[in-house]
């Protein structure tokens, strides 16, 4: 079976960084395009950001770019998202989640605060 | 970046009953659009992709239609366990998700 599990969240103060952790198993985790998306209170989910299988594209949505950073170690089967310059807006639940433009298999997510 | 636009934002209706959910996106998309169900606590579940396409394993019950701007998603026959969220996700540029929409039983 697919999972991925994610971890490394938590509650940082405005301006700190955290780096969160995404293990996969289950499938061949180089052959696959990977994501993360996150969810605020009550919101619609929303795309942060993309690394393709090839490692030849990464994107970010225009409310991360310059602060977050996706990396994938495929012998490691891992999936990575560095924050830095973390805001309260950035407060959420963080999925990893596979796939190309309509991810079929998401984690269960960690929990990210930022408050003061 | 293209908007996503979900009507209506909650609907109740009774067990057996079809419901629709409506999809409009900003400019268009042509079939790139999947739906999610979310329920309390969990992660989205993929639905349906590719406008129509069923996911493997996801009841017949579901299906979706549309193109360019305009999609719909159909439950032909409401079930109990059908309760939950439900989004739309644009990805012919980047990605993108409705507001969702809040499926109640009556």
């Known amino acids: 079976d697919v999972q991925l599990v994610e971890s490394g969240g938590g509650l940082v103060q405005p301006g700190g960084s955290l780096r969160l952790s995404c293990a996969a198993s289950?499938?061949?985790?180089?052959?696959?395009?990977m994501n993360w998306v996150r969810q605020a209170p009550g919101k619609a989910p929303e795309w942060v950001a993309y690394?393709?299988?090839?490692?030849?594209?990464?994107t970010y949505a225009d409310s991360v770019r310059g602060r977050f950073t996706i990396s994938r170690d495929n012998d490691r089967q891992s999936l990575f998202l560095q924050m830095t310059s973390l805001r309260v807006e950035d407060t959420a639940v963080y999925y990893c989640?596979?796939?190309?433009?309509?991810?079929?298999?998401w984690g269960q997510g960690t929990q990210v605060t930022v408050s003061s | 970046d293209i908007q996503m636009t979900q009507s209506p934002s909650t609907l109740s209706a009774s067990i057996g009953d079809r419901v629709t959910i409506t999809c409009r996106a900003s400019?268009?998309?042509?079939?790139?659009l999947a739906w999610y169900q979310q329920k309390p606590g969990k992660a989205p579940k993929l639905l349906i992709y590719?406008?129509?396409t069923l996911e493997d394993g996801v009841p017949s019950r579901f299906s979706g239609s549309g193109s360019g701007t305009e999609f719909t998603f159909t439950i032909t026959s409401l079930q109990p366990d059908d309760v939950a969220t439900y989004y739309c996700?644009?990805?012919?540029?980047?990605?993108?998700f409705g507001q969702g929409t809040k499926v109640e039983i009556k």
């Open positions: 989640a596979r796939g190309e433009g309509f991810p079929d298999s």
């Open positions: 289950g499938f061949t985790f180089r052959a696959y395009s």
């Open positions: 690394m393709s299988a090839r490692l030849n594209t990464i």
């Open positions: 400019q268009r998309v042509s079939q790139w």
């Open positions: 590719k406008a129509s």
């Open positions: 996700q644009q990805y012919n540029i980047f990605r993108t």
